[in-house]
């Protein structure tokens, strides 16, 4: 069996288990343009959200949760990525909140395919199962609107616990979650980001695997590692070919 051994499973969440129905700063663009005097080209607007998000980031770590919280966090970030392109005065904290309460739902996420068949078949396994995710206090609002909720054991979300991927104390956490005794080594990570996802749960004793189709060809990873998407994984682990 491929998994033998492995007694707990974990996924990340966002470009794992979920997709964006649209890329964020689509999504932006889109409300932004029911705001007269909008101007913006979606090359200029993608840049400035990759750039705020990562310097929100690193200047208020986890959507902000030990200083301005998390709804200030990303009403900064659509206020820095947005505001040039609007007139001065624009509600742009009414635009930022209106962003905020959509992606609380389906309208902006959609299940990863091949997320329903692979969880289907390690419940067959009789596998702990759970969530560890950098995400802020939407996520089981989300996981539920989109049908996930109740396939998990667990739900393990930075923004609650305190502390981040790749930190090691989220993924001990999430073993401590467990109604089952379980080891790091009979533990299985899954997730899209070598640093957070691989590197993290391998730091902390666990197993780990990719979903990043574009990692395909990074030579400094072991290639068994990388799967294109989660039906990719699923054959694997069918065709017991999958090696950890």
């Known amino acids: 069996m491929s998994l033998q051994g492995i007694k707990l499973v974990t996924f990340d969440v966002t470009n794992t288990l979920l997709n964006f129905r649209m890329p964020p700063w689509h999504y932006y663009i889109t409300i932004a343009k029911s705001y007269p005097g909008f101007k913006g080209a979606t090359d200029d607007i993608k840049a400035k959200f990759k750039h705020n998000f990562k310097n929100m980031w ?25 505001k040039d392109h609007l007139p001065a005065n624009t509600n742009i904290k ?30 067959t396994l009789d596998l702990s199962i759970g969530v560890i995710s950098n995400f802020d206090p939407r996520l089981n609002e989300i996981l539920q609107k989109v049908g996930l909720l109740d396939k998990f054991d667990f739900i393990l979300a930075s923004y609650e616990f305190g502390h ?33 996802d691989y ?27 990388i799967f294109k998407d989660l039906n990719d994984l699923i054959v694997n682990i069918e065709q017991n070919k999958l090696k950890l």
């Open 164 to 196: 981040c991927k790749p930190d090691k104390r989220i993924f001990v956490k999430a073993i401590d979650l467990c109604k089952k005794p379980v080891k790091p080594s009979e533990s299985l990570h899954i997730g899209d980001d070598v640093q957070k």
């Open 94 to 123: 009414g635009l930022a909140d209106k962003v905020i309460e959509e992606f609380r739902t389906d309208k902006c996420w959609e299940v990863s395919q091949g997320s329903d068949r692979l969880i289907s078949h390690l419940r």
């Open 199 to 225: 590197e993290g749960a391998r730091a902390a004793g666990w197993h780990a695997l990719l979903i990043n189709k574009q990692l395909e060809s990074e030579k400094k990873l072991n290639q068994s590692h």
């Open 58 to 82: 690193i200047e208020h770590p986890n959507f902000g949760k030990n200083t301005i919280q998390w709804v200030n966090w990303w009403r900064e970030v659509v206020a820095l990525t947005l």
